[in-house]
Protein backbone atom coordinates (compact mmCIF):
# COMPACT_ATOMS: atom_id res chain seq x y z
CA UNK A 1 0.00 0.00 0.00
CA UNK A 2 0.93 3.53 -0.75
CA UNK A 3 0.18 6.72 1.13
CA UNK A 4 -3.01 8.26 -0.17
CA UNK A 5 -4.16 5.03 -1.63
CA UNK A 6 -7.65 3.92 -1.09
CA UNK A 7 -8.08 0.20 0.03
CA UNK A 8 -11.18 -1.54 -0.06
CA UNK A 9 -12.78 -2.76 3.26
CA UNK A 10 -11.56 -6.74 2.59
CA UNK A 11 -7.96 -6.14 1.48
CA UNK A 12 -5.09 -7.53 3.86
CA UNK A 13 -2.66 -4.81 4.62
CA UNK A 14 -0.72 -6.84 7.73
CA UNK A 15 -0.51 -10.23 9.02
CA UNK A 16 -0.21 -10.69 12.48
CA UNK A 17 1.76 -14.16 13.52
CA UNK A 18 2.74 -15.54 17.07
CA UNK A 19 5.99 -16.92 17.33
CA UNK A 20 6.39 -18.75 20.43
CA UNK A 21 4.93 -21.23 20.46
CA UNK A 22 5.16 -22.01 16.42
CA UNK A 23 2.53 -23.62 14.82
CA UNK A 24 3.65 -26.33 12.28
CA UNK A 25 1.26 -27.46 9.86
CA UNK A 26 1.48 -30.42 7.48
CA UNK A 27 -0.44 -32.82 5.12
CA UNK A 28 0.20 -36.03 6.04
CA UNK A 29 -1.09 -38.92 3.57
CA UNK A 30 -4.59 -40.43 4.00
CA UNK A 31 -2.99 -44.00 4.53
CA UNK A 32 -1.58 -42.97 7.79
CA UNK A 33 -5.16 -41.69 9.38
CA UNK A 34 -5.68 -44.46 11.91
CA UNK A 35 -2.58 -43.96 13.57
CA UNK A 36 -1.99 -40.04 13.99
CA UNK A 37 -3.13 -38.90 17.05
CA UNK A 38 -3.12 -35.64 19.31
CA UNK A 39 -0.35 -35.65 21.92
CA UNK A 40 1.96 -37.60 20.24
CA UNK A 41 5.40 -36.33 19.73
CA UNK A 42 7.05 -34.64 16.40
CA UNK A 43 10.56 -34.24 15.21
CA UNK A 44 11.89 -31.60 12.35
CA UNK A 45 14.67 -30.31 10.70
CA UNK A 46 14.85 -27.25 8.68
CA UNK A 47 17.17 -26.14 6.22
CA UNK A 48 18.60 -22.74 7.32
CA UNK A 49 19.49 -24.98 11.01
CA UNK A 50 20.27 -28.96 9.24
CA UNK A 51 21.41 -29.95 12.63
CA UNK A 52 19.07 -28.91 14.95
CA UNK A 53 16.19 -31.43 15.74
CA UNK A 54 13.26 -29.37 16.89
CA UNK A 55 10.47 -30.97 18.86
CA UNK A 56 6.91 -30.26 19.59
CA UNK A 57 3.18 -31.91 19.85
CA UNK A 58 0.47 -32.49 17.49
CA UNK A 59 -2.44 -30.48 18.96
CA UNK A 60 -4.33 -30.75 16.30
CA UNK A 61 -5.53 -33.51 13.57
CA UNK A 62 -8.21 -32.50 10.99
CA UNK A 63 -10.78 -34.25 10.79
CA UNK A 64 -11.06 -33.86 6.53
CA UNK A 65 -9.50 -35.22 4.02
CA UNK A 66 -8.18 -33.19 1.04
CA UNK A 67 -9.59 -34.60 -1.64
CA UNK A 68 -7.25 -33.47 -4.67
CA UNK A 69 -4.33 -34.25 -2.51
CA UNK A 70 -5.22 -37.24 -0.16
CA UNK A 71 -3.79 -35.60 2.78
CA UNK A 72 -5.39 -34.67 6.20
CA UNK A 73 -3.77 -31.68 8.18
CA UNK A 74 -2.02 -31.91 11.23
CA UNK A 75 -0.85 -29.13 13.50
CA UNK A 76 1.75 -28.96 15.82
CA UNK A 77 2.74 -26.62 18.41
CA UNK A 78 6.42 -26.20 18.57
CA UNK A 79 8.30 -24.44 21.41
CA UNK A 80 10.06 -21.41 19.75
CA UNK A 81 11.90 -19.30 22.36
CA UNK A 82 15.00 -19.21 21.35
CA UNK A 83 12.94 -17.59 17.98
CA UNK A 84 14.76 -19.54 15.37
CA UNK A 85 12.60 -20.76 13.45
CA UNK A 86 10.74 -17.96 11.29
CA UNK A 87 7.30 -18.48 9.80
CA UNK A 88 7.06 -19.98 6.68
CA UNK A 89 9.80 -21.99 7.04
CA UNK A 90 9.54 -25.59 5.77
CA UNK A 91 10.18 -28.50 7.40
CA UNK A 92 10.94 -32.17 7.05
CA UNK A 93 10.32 -34.89 9.94
CA UNK A 94 8.39 -37.23 11.60
CA UNK A 95 5.85 -37.93 13.99
CA UNK A 96 6.55 -40.48 16.63
CA UNK A 97 3.44 -42.93 16.57
CA UNK A 98 4.50 -45.66 18.38
CA UNK A 99 7.26 -47.10 20.02
CA UNK A 100 9.06 -50.20 19.61
CA UNK A 101 10.61 -51.93 22.33
CA UNK A 102 13.69 -54.05 21.96
CA UNK A 103 14.70 -53.19 18.58
CA UNK A 104 18.36 -53.85 17.25
CA UNK A 105 19.93 -50.54 15.77
CA UNK A 106 22.74 -49.64 14.11
CA UNK A 107 24.36 -46.18 13.28
CA UNK A 108 24.32 -44.85 10.17
CA UNK A 109 28.32 -45.23 10.06
CA UNK A 110 28.55 -48.78 10.22
CA UNK A 111 25.73 -49.71 7.72
CA UNK A 112 27.95 -50.23 4.15
CA UNK A 113 25.27 -50.73 1.33
CA UNK A 114 26.30 -51.98 -2.13
CA UNK A 115 24.17 -52.75 -5.21
CA UNK A 116 21.34 -52.80 -2.65
CA UNK A 117 22.89 -54.81 -0.17
CA UNK A 118 23.17 -53.79 3.72
CA UNK A 119 26.10 -55.32 5.29
CA UNK A 120 27.80 -54.39 8.70
CA UNK A 121 31.43 -55.19 10.36
CA UNK A 122 31.11 -57.27 13.14
CA UNK A 123 34.56 -57.34 15.33
CA UNK A 124 35.37 -60.81 16.82
CA UNK A 125 38.48 -61.45 18.50
CA UNK A 126 40.33 -58.74 16.41
CA UNK A 127 38.86 -59.84 13.40
CA UNK A 128 36.30 -58.25 11.17
CA UNK A 129 33.54 -60.52 9.36
CA UNK A 130 31.48 -58.55 6.94
CA UNK A 131 27.84 -59.48 7.82
CA UNK A 132 24.14 -59.38 5.38
CA UNK A 133 21.69 -57.21 7.47
CA UNK A 134 18.02 -56.62 6.48
CA UNK A 135 17.37 -53.10 7.23
CA UNK A 136 14.33 -51.98 8.67
CA UNK A 137 13.03 -47.96 9.48
CA UNK A 138 15.43 -44.95 10.02
CA UNK A 139 15.47 -42.74 12.68
CA UNK A 140 17.96 -39.59 12.65
CA UNK A 141 21.32 -41.50 12.55
CA UNK A 142 20.08 -45.02 13.33
CA UNK A 143 18.86 -47.71 11.06
CA UNK A 144 16.54 -50.52 12.64
CA UNK A 145 18.24 -54.25 11.85
CA UNK A 146 14.97 -56.55 11.28
CA UNK A 147 17.57 -59.81 10.67
CA UNK A 148 21.34 -60.07 10.42
CA UNK A 149 22.45 -59.37 14.40
CA UNK A 150 21.76 -60.92 17.66
CA UNK A 151 22.07 -57.20 18.78
CA UNK A 152 25.44 -57.79 21.34
CA UNK A 153 28.08 -57.22 18.34
CA UNK A 154 30.72 -55.14 18.15
CA UNK A 155 30.95 -53.25 14.98
CA UNK A 156 33.01 -51.09 12.76
CA UNK A 157 31.68 -47.46 12.25
CA UNK A 158 35.04 -45.90 10.51
CA UNK A 159 37.15 -46.59 7.05
CA UNK A 160 34.81 -49.34 6.14
CA UNK A 161 36.03 -49.00 2.27
CA UNK A 162 39.24 -50.44 3.88
CA UNK A 163 37.65 -53.79 5.38
CA UNK A 164 37.33 -57.03 4.61
CA UNK A 165 36.48 -60.32 6.37
CA UNK A 166 39.66 -61.98 8.09
CA UNK A 167 41.30 -58.29 8.56
CA UNK A 168 42.53 -57.76 11.78
CA UNK A 169 41.91 -54.81 13.66
CA UNK A 170 42.32 -53.07 16.99
CA UNK A 171 39.43 -51.10 18.85
CA UNK A 172 39.44 -47.91 20.48
CA UNK A 173 38.66 -47.58 24.03
CA UNK A 174 37.65 -51.52 24.14
Same mark, same amino acid.
Given at each position: MQVGEY?????? =??????????????????????? =?????? =???????????IFKGKVAFVSPALDQTMRTFTVEALVDNGDRRLKPGFFAKGSIMTKVDEGVTAVPDAAVSTLAGVSSVYVIKDGKVTQTQITLGVRQGDLWEVVDGLKGDETLATSRLNELATGSRVTTDGA
Amino acid at each position: MQVGEYISERAY =VATIVQINPLKLRTGVQERFAGV =VQGGQS =VEFRVESFPDAIFKGKVAFVSPALDQTMRTFTVEALVDNGDRRLKPGFFAKGSIMTKVDEGVTAVPDAAVSTLAGVSSVYVIKDGKVTQTQITLGVRQGDLWEVVDGLKGDETLATSRLNELATGSRVTTDGA
